[in-house]
């Protein structure tokens, strides 16, 4: 196959319908009465940006389903306003997933749902979400559903707004490498060297993980030492997020979380239009969160946005994907999307009209580039997706056909799994994994 011809329009396994019926198929299997898992083995509960981009997927096929997924996941809002990054359904067994709810134990913070919930957030891609899901799916059902949803939404940005805004400058800061989804990317190593912990705890414990994928391609049991302290930390304060500056061990202002914080109040606004609440509020904070982008989180130097250690006040060095999801802002200044473009086309990146190998999470010439772990080289469908929207944001239409048709590719040619190898496209990890069946559809759908 040439790098141009799509691989979804090529006859054989790939053609559309196939890759349709396989998309269908993999979300109707991990469907759990009100919710999509991520993944029957790996992930068998519900999780928070997960869940928004099945809704993306399922508003074609399954819309009623769309809905309740995202009800669901707001079901579990806490009453600051945060969404939480895992909800437990008590239906599973004790063990089916670590850390479990006996770790969180959320039943003895202040303002915790009655389902058990992880304290943790994740990036708020979820208004964008609900917004694309009605745009596939319009008519009195999504309004009805979306004029539910707003006023959860709103408060989900309050939440990280007014709680979690912890160096004052008007960005979001994540307290665990888990709320940026990139778990283990390079981005967090100069911030969690600084996380006092031992592999050897984890003697003490069963990772969950390590049983149904390769131990090499996961994170590794330092990492998980490490984010068990930090889940400690934050529980025992009562998942409180006052006076988080003087002792929290990770504190971290991420590119990617900030930029759909601010994605979301783009979002907001178009949704208020819709429900009669007034977009104008929305479109100020936008504009306010892609200013403090610019000025906290871009790096003329390297022509790319990098996260901000809290603890240090620096900006972290690797060169992770995470850099260039601020494209997905519509009012990102031409010139910074310019020298996005830039680093999304060297040789770090690889993104072209005819790509060669799929988009990495990480700068594939780095000399700690692993193309087999996780966040640390693989591919993955969900930051393709966000990517190639920032491309067609911003004018570049010919990069985005490139993207998508590699996307595509990849579930040609391995299915649809979790994440993918960055140089072959061998898949890895989860073999049914829902977000890359519900981003896949939407791909198809354009
Ligand atoms: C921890 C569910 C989640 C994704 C994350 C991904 C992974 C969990 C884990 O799976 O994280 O939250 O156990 O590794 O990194 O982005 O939401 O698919």
Redesign the pocket.
């Known amino acids: 196959m040439t790098a141009d011809a799509d691989p979804a329009r090529t006859g054989g396994p790939g053609d559309v319908a196939g890759l349709r019926r396989l998309a269908v198929d993999t979300l109707d299997a991990n469907w759990e009465h009100d919710h999509t898992v991520?993944?029957r083995t790996?992930?068998p509960h519900q999780?928070?940006?997960?869940s928004a981009f099945i809704a993306i997927g399922l508003a074609q096929v399954r819309p009623e389903r769309a809905w309740r997924e995202l009800a669901s996941l707001f079901r579990a809002q806490w009453a600051d306003g945060r969404v939480p990054?895992?909800v437990f359904n008590p239906a599973m067994r004790v063990g089916a997933?670590f850390p479990g709810p006996e770790m969180w134990r959320s039943a003895d913070a202040q303002g915790a749902p009655t389902v058990a919930t992880s304290g943790l957030v994740?990036p708020p891609v979820h208004a964008l979400a609900a917004w694309l899901a009605y745009r596939r799916a319009p008519g009195p059902a999504g309004l009805d559903a979306l004029r539910r949803l707003y006023p959860a939404l709103v408060a989900q940005q309050r939440y990280l707004a007014d709680r979690r805004d912890v160096a004052g400058d008007g960005l979001v800061c994540i307290v665990h490498p888990?709320e940026s989804?990139?778990?283990n990317s390079p981005a967090w190593d100069e911030p969690m060297g600084a996380v006092g912990a031992d592999a050897a705890v984890m003697r003490a414990y069963r990772r969950h993980?390590t049983t149904h994928a390769d131990a090499a391609h996961?994170?590794t049991d330092l990492d998980y030492a490490r984010y068990l302290a930090i889940v400690t930390a934050y529980r025992d304060h009562g998942y409180s997020d006052r006076d988080l500056a003087d002792a929290h061990p990770f504190l971290v202002e991420c590119p990617l979380f900030n930029a759909a914080f601010g994605a979301a109040e783009h979002a907001l606004a178009e949704i208020a239009t819709l429900v009669d609440a007034d977009p104008g509020p929305h479109r100020v904070r936008a504009a306010r969160v892609t200013e403090a982008l610019l000025r906290r989180l871009y790096d003329p130097s390297t022509g790319t946005f990098q996260p901000r250690d809290l603890r240090t006040d620096r900006l972290v060095g690797a060169r992770t994907v995470l850099g260039l999801t601020p494209l997905i802002l519509p009012d990102l200044p031409a010139r910074h999307a310019d020298a996005l473009v830039v680093e999304a086309r060297s040789a770090r990146f690889g993104v072209d009209r005819r790509m060669d190998q799929p988009l990495p999470t990480y700068d594939r010439t780095a000399p700690d580039f692993e193309p087999l772990r996780?966040?640390r080289g693989p591919s993955w469908l969900n930051i393709g997706w966000l990517i190639r929207r920032g491309l067609l944001a911003h004018g570049h239409p010919e990069l985005a056909a490139g993207l998508r048709r590699s996307m595509i590719g990849l579930v040609v040619g391995a299915g649809c799994h979790?994440y993918f190898h960055p140089d072959t496209g061998a898949g890895l990890g989860s073999p049914a994994?829902s977000?890359t069946a519900a981003l896949l559809l939407d791909l198809l759908a354009e």
């Open positions: 991520p993944s790996l992930y999780w928070s940006w997960d990054h895992i997933y994740q888990w989804g990139l778990d993980d996961r994170p996780y966040w979790e994994f977000w």
